[in-house]
Every structure is written in C-alpha cells, then in structure tokens.
C-alpha cells in the first residue's frame, strides 16, 4: 500500500516549458487534491476533485490545469512554466463523501519544482 | 474566504516541556484538523476535531476547539526531539484552508 505518490520528486524548467506533474493514491479515495507551498505563504490549494470526473477551482488556479484520470490519478499541467510557479507541490487525498463534512487528507512526499 | 493563522509562528522549548500552539479561523467549519511536517516531508495528519467536539485527546496530543472563539489549541504533552517539525491546523469542510504554521523546534 504505497499511499499516495508523486513523479517527479525534482524538476527544473526554463520559463515557457511546459510539464505534467503526475499524483496517484491506491486507497481508492474519492476526493484528490493540488497544493502549493511556498515559504511564509503555507499551503494554497491548486485545484480539487471531489469525485472522479470533476475538478474544481481552489484558491491560486492561474496558470494551472489539472486532469481526473480515473479514481487514482490527478494530474497538474503547466502549459508555460513562470518563475512565480516555482514552489513545492503536494498532492493529497481523502475518502471524500462529495458535499459530506470532510475528513483526514493524505499527502504525497511532493515534487520541488523551480522555474528559471 | 476561511482563512486564519496559526500562532506563534515560531516556538521553541525543552525537551520534556509542553508545547502549545493556537490557530484561529473566520467562518463556521465542520471540522478542523491539526498537521505535522517534517523537514522536507508532506504533511501528516494527526488529529481531527468536528465542530460538535470540544475536547479530542491523542496519545500526548490534546486538541481543543472553541467555536464562539472561532479557534483551536494543540497541546503537545512531554515533548520529545522528534516533536521538531512544522504543525498546520486546516480549516474547513471538504477543501481546507492552512495557514503559514507554527514552526516548533525542541532542545534535547
């Protein structure tokens, strides 16, 4: 049971490069989550999917685009990297009861990215 | 909006001391829930108190929540050097809200 995972663990992109960061869980969670983290901000949510087929926008979406694969996976694309992208990215994940009152997230060991 | 802080944001103590930190919130939440990070590490989840709880105990976690204050308190009991980490509370319902937590670092 691997939790949930995250590829790649590093990147480095120049600026205008595009690039899909890639976030799976096996506990068969219905709701997933994008966060940034940047020092002295905390965590800022991406986006979200509260069930499979749905996406929903979270608090700093700009710039950002995600994909609900399937129950497993949600993916967070960069169509033209800027260097105010640069960060760590978690993803998380919870049972998730869609509209229910909310519950423990898991999170991935995150990918650090930089922009030049 | 639901954001709030956690306070203080930098704690430091003894090993063996209690560690103490707060987070506050603006609107009406379900739930809340208190997160530990370790260096360089993804958050994990500790504890969660429903707005109906007023009291929730954990091995030596102790969290409260008082909802007319709109705030909560994490009480790390007889801490340990493995403590040292970043604490989150996340507000909310089903998307939470963090703020910029409390960094506790503990003196062996």
């Known amino acids: 049971n691997a939790g949930v995972t995250q590829t790649p663990k590093f990147q480095v992109l120049k600026t205008g490069q595009s690039m899909t960061l890639q976030c799976a869980q096996d506990m068969n969670h219905n709701s997933m989550y994008w966060y940034r983290q940047d020092p002295g901000m905390g965590l800022r949510l991406i986006y979200y999917s509260a069930s499979e087929g749905t996406t929903d926008k979270g608090e700093v979406p700009n710039g950002y685009n995600v994909s609900r694969l399937n129950k497993r996976e949600f993916s967070l694309r960069l169509e033209s990297a800027a260097p105010s992208q640069t960060s760590v990215y978690f993803c998380?994940?919870?049972?998730?009861?869609?509209?229910?009152?909310?519950?423990?997230?898991?999170f991935g060991p995150g990918t650090r990215l930089t922009v030049l | 909006s639901q954001q709030g802080e956690e306070d203080p944001q930098a704690l430091s103590i003894q090993e063996g001391e209690n560690a103490t930190m707060n987070c506050s919130y603006k609107?009406?939440?379900?739930?809340l829930q208190w997160y530990r990070q370790n260096s360089g590490r993804g958050l994990v989840h500790l504890i969660l108190i429903r707005s109906n709880e007023r009291e929730k105990h954990s091995g030596r976690l102790r969290v409260t929540l008082d909802t007319s204050k709109k705030s909560s308190s994490l009480l790390i009991t007889a801490s340990r050097a493995a403590d040292t980490a970043s604490y989150f509370c996340?507000?909310?319902?089903?998307?939470?809200?963090f703020g910029t937590g409390t960094r506790l670092t503990i003196i062996p």
């Open positions: 609107t009406s939440i379900n739930n």
């Open positions: 998380a994940s919870s049972p998730g009861l869609a509209g229910g009152p909310g519950d423990e997230q898991f």
């Open positions: 996340g507000r909310g319902n089903e998307k939470l809200t």
